[in-house]
């Protein structure tokens, strides 16, 4: 099956701008979708499609995609913006894969 | 606005099987719009996707790694669908979620709070 990869950690100072990518040949294919999960809290839908973002989900954040690689933008990040983030997409028309997930640290 | 809630046993005895049950209120589990799906997340590591199946329980995806172990099932009577997996060991310790998943939009949202299981005897 296929796989996502993306970094393990990425920091960030308060204010500016970081982008987290996520990697695979599925991506080709399929649009990545992203995920915030903050600990002990379930994960939540931040974008989705070619870059969509959720009802709640603030402008700063933003998703592209280019070959296989998938990138979500926060601009100008926040204190509250630090947690985990996962991409995910389809790795064939049934089944599905997520990354290894990305510690954002906002310094 | 659409809840989902996970329940079961938190502690289960290696291989045995885990059973857990999301209840889904808010909205009808009977939409032809989503599936209704499991993903995984053992304690400190990333999430994992167990599987999904479509409201009216004819369709259904496993993870392939999994797969010989699950069994997803579907009671549009009770607004629920659940996952059983079998001959459990340490490393399927986790903390389950239950999810919507839009197909049309390739997405899991909303989330249930997930509900942790522990394989030990």
């Known amino acids: 099956s296929s796989e996502l990869t993306q970094d393990p950690a990425v920091s960030v100072a308060l204010g500016q701008t970081v982008r987290i990518t996520c990697q695979g040949d599925s991506l080709r294919r399929y649009y990545a979708t992203w995920y915030q999960q903050k600990p002990g809290q379930a994960p939540v839908l931040v974008i989705y499609?070619?870059?969509n973002r959720p009802s709640g989900i603030p402008d700063r954040f933003s998703g592209s995609s280019s070959g296989n690689t998938a990138s979500l933008t926060i601009n100008g990040a926040q204190a509250e913006d630090e947690a985990d983030y996962y991409c995910?997409?389809?790795?064939?028309?049934?089944?599905?894969?997520f990354g290894g997930g990305t510690k954002l640290t906002v310094l | 606005q659409l809840q989902l809630q996970e329940s079961g046993p938190g502690l289960v005895k290696p291989s045995e099987t885990l059973s857990l049950t999301c209840t889904v209120s808010?909205?009808?589990?009977?939409?032809?719009?989503?599936?209704w799906a499991w993903v995984r997340q053992p304690p400190g590591k990333g999430l994992e996707w167990t599987g999904s199946?479509?409201?009216?329980?004819?369709?259904?995806y496993y993870n392939p790694s999994l797969k010989s172990r699950v069994t997803i099932s579907v009671d549009t009577s009770k607004n629920q669908f659940s996952l059983k997996l079998s001959s459990v060991t340490a490393a399927d310790t986790a903390v389950y979620y239950c999810?919507?998943?839009?197909?049309?939009?390739?997405?899991?949202?909303?989330w249930g709070q997930g509900t942790l299981v522990t394989v030990s005897s």
């Open positions: 199946i479509y409201y009216s329980g004819s369709t259904y």
């Open positions: 995910n997409s389809r790795d064939s028309s049934i089944n599905w894969v």
């Open positions: 999810a919507r998943l839009n197909t049309g939009n390739n997405c899991f949202d909303p």
């Open positions: 808010g909205g009808s589990i009977s939409n032809s719009n989503y599936y």
């Open positions: 499609g070619e870059n």
